[in-house]
């Protein structure tokens, strides 16, 4: 296989099977986009040769088991890191399996190799004394502990991850009984959660979420 058709896979599985047939998110786009970067790098670089010169035949699953090798011995990445990476090139694999009939066998071999499991440590929660602390830190006497305090509180009684707590706009929050906040979650879903001023004043979280914190 030319290393044009190549090429032509790579940029079909972005930009038509990922963007339009997919419509995954821009994180995961970015995502895989750094990962393919540093995998052909790190191809091109063993074998001696441009990137432009590489074609699909040259990455085969003793490449992509080097590479994964490389992410954990040489870059110290984590384990979910190294998996995240390894999620990317089976993608992308898949992908050539319904485009390439020829490629089928090399992308089952590439298919097979396994993520790695991991421990997962153990939760560690504060009570509800603590979180009070916690509540209590911001200098409610200035808007910008007002702000503070809503922050906190809003993560409090919401659960939701920090990057949903950053995205939320005033229209998605309702003031009115029963209070409730709309976040936009993993994999771009919407959760209603209720109950969300339970532990904070409303002036405070009103007056943060119209930017006058």
Known sequence: MKPSSFASLLHAFFHEWMGKQRNLSHHTVCSYRDTWKMFLQFTASRGRRQITQLSLADLQASEVLAFLDYLEEDRKVSIGTRNCRLAAIHSFFTFVAHREPLAIAQCAEIAYIPVKKTSRPAMCYMDA?????????????????????????????????????????????????????????????????????????????????????
């Open 129 to 213: 004394e603590e979180i009070a602390a916690v509540l209590r830190e911001p200098d409610q006497s200035s808007l910008e502990g007002q702000r503070d305090h809503a922050l906190l509180a809003l993560l409090y009684n919401t659960g939701a991850r920090i990057q949903e707590a950053l995205d939320v706009c005033p229209r998605a929050i309702r003031f009115e009984s029963p209070a409730q906040v709309e976040l936009l979650g993993k994999g771009r879903n919407y959760d209603d959660l209720g109950n969300m001023l339970s532990s904070a004043p409303r002036t405070p979280i009103r007056s943060s979420a119209m930017g006058y914190g």
